[in-house]
C-alpha cells in the first residue's frame, strides 16, 4: 500500500466565496445562502458544501453581521479542562470580536453545580446580549434553560449534535472518528485501543461510535479491555495509557479522543522504552497545538476550532438582530474537519 501523504496546512485566507462558486458552477449568493441554511435546493447544496471541502474555504461569516454588533456584548462561558483548545477558541474570539466591535465578557464556571450555573446564568443575563457555550458547557441544561428563559440568544460549540433548543456550531464527529480509525487499519492494526472523552459530552459518545463503526466494519471486534475511560486532561491520558499499555497483550495502536490525551499517551510510551510509531502508533484529536508540541507530531482530526468561533458569533449577532421576531430559528453549522498525517503512525511492529 503506498504511504499516504502528509497533509499540509492550507491557509484558507487566500480562498474566496468567488472560488467556491466557481467550482460549484452557482452564483456567489448561492454559496452564500448554502453555507448560512438558507433556501437553496438539496443538490445544489450538497455540491456548494462538496467545494467548500475541497478547497478548505472558511467563510468570513461575522463580517457581513457587522452592522448588528455595534455595542453588544458577547460572553464566553469557559471550564474547558484542555488549554490548547481554550487557545484555539480565544484566538478565534478576540479576532472577530475586534473586527465586529463587539464586547467579549469571559466568564470562568469551575466545576459548578447545576444549582449553581443556574445562579450564575441568571447573575449573567443580566450583562450580556448573547452567549457562547463551549465544551463541557454546550451540553449543560440547567445554563442553557435560565439563558433562554431570560432571552439571552445562546450558541453552543462543539456539541454532538443540534439540541437543548439552541444553535450550534460543530463538525461531523461520528465520521471524524470513523475517518481516523479508518486511518490506523488501513496501516494494518486490529488491536486498537481507544480513551474515551467525557462521559456528559454527546461528542465523546459518536467519536467512539465512528471508531466502533470502522472496527465492525473491518471485520474486527471491540475489546472492553481495549477501551478506557479520559475526560480530555493530560493527566486523565497518562492513566489511561498507562492501563492498556500494562496489558499481557497491549495495543498496537491508541486512538486518544483528544490531542491531550494523544500527546499524553506518547509520553507514557517514551517512559515504557517505546517507539512511536515503530512499536505504538497514535493518534489525537482538534489538531490543537499539543499536536504539534509533541515527539513524534501526532496526526490527528483537524477541528477549525477559531473559524468556530467565528461562526458562532455571526449565529448570535443574526438571531439578536432578529430578536422581538415570532420565529424562533435554530441553526445546526456543520462545518468541514480533515485528517491530518504526521508521524506519528506506522505499520505494526511484527511480533
Not at 72 to 95: D, F, K, M, Q
Not at 300 to 307: D, F, R
Request: net charge positive.
Amino acid at each position: 500500500m503506498d504511504k499516504p501523504k502528509k497533509s499540509v496546512r492550507r491557509k484558507t485566507s487566500g480562498v474566496t466565496i468567488d472560488e467556491v462558486a466557481a467550482l460549484a458552477g452557482v452564483s456567489p449568493m448561492t454559496v452564500s445562502r448554502a453555507i448560512n441554511q438558507g433556501k437553496v435546493r438539496d443538490d445544489t447544496r450538497e455540491r456548494v458544501m462538496r467545494a467548500v471541502r475541497e478547497l478548505g474555504y472558511t467563510p468570513n461569516l461575522a463580517a457581513s453581521t457587522l452592522a448588528a454588533a455595534q455595542h453588544t456584548r458577547i460572553a464566553l462561558i469557559y471550564t474547558n479542562p484542555s488549554g490548547a483548545y481554550l487557545r484555539e477558541l480565544l484566538v478565534g474570539l478576540l479576532r472577530v470580536a475586534s473586527n465586529a466591535a463587539i464586547q467579549l465578557v469571559v466568564d470562568y464556571w469551575e466545576d459548578f453545580e447545576p444549582a449553581a450555573e443556574r445562579k450564575a446564568a441568571r447573575a449573567l443575563a443580566g450583562r450580556v446580549d448573547g452567549v457562547i457555550l463551549p465544551p463541557p458547557l454546550c451540553e449543560s441544561q440547567p445554563a442553557v434553560t435560565e439563558l433562554i428563559k431570560a432571552g439571552i440568544q445562546v450558541v453552543a460549540i462543539a456539541p454532538g449534535h443540534l439540541g437543548n433548543g439552541i444553535s450550534c456550531v460543530r463538525i461531523d464527529d461520528f465520521q471524524a472518528g470513523r475517518e481516523l480509525a479508518e486511518h490506523l487499519i488501513q496501516h494494518g492494526h486490529s488491536r486498537i485501543g481507544f480513551i474515551c472523552g467525557r462521559r456528559d459530552l454527546s461528542a465523546s459518545a459518536r467519536r467512539y461510535d465512528g471508531f466502533v463503526t470502522a472496527l465492525h466494519a473491518a471485520g474486527l471486534e471491540v475489546e472492553p479491555g481495549l477501551v478506557q475511560q479520559g475526560d480530555y486532561t493530560y493527566r486523565s491520558g497518562l492513566a489511561a495509557a498507562e492501563k492498556l499499555l500494562a496489558q499481557r497483550q497491549p495495543p498496537t495502536a491508541i486512538f486518544a479522543s483528544n490531542d491531550d490525551m494523544g500527546a499524553a499517551v506518547i509520553s507514557v510510551a517514551h517512559r515504557r522504552g517505546l517507539d512511536v510509531p515503530r512499536d505504538l502508533s497514535v493518534v489525537g484529536f482538534d489538531d490543537t497545538s499539543a499536536a504539534t508540541t509533541v515527539w513524534p507530531e501526532l496526526t490527528t482530526i483537524h477541528q477549525p476550532i477559531a473559524a468556530m468561533a467565528d461562526a458562532a458569533i455571526d449565529i448570535l449577532l443574526r438571531t439578536i438582530r432578529r430578536k422581538g421576531e415570532d420565529t424562533r430559528v435554530l441553526t445546526d453549522h456543520v462545518m468541514p474537519h480533515r485528517l491530518v498525517v504526521r508521524d506519528s503512525v506506522a505499520r505494526p511492529p511484527k511480533r
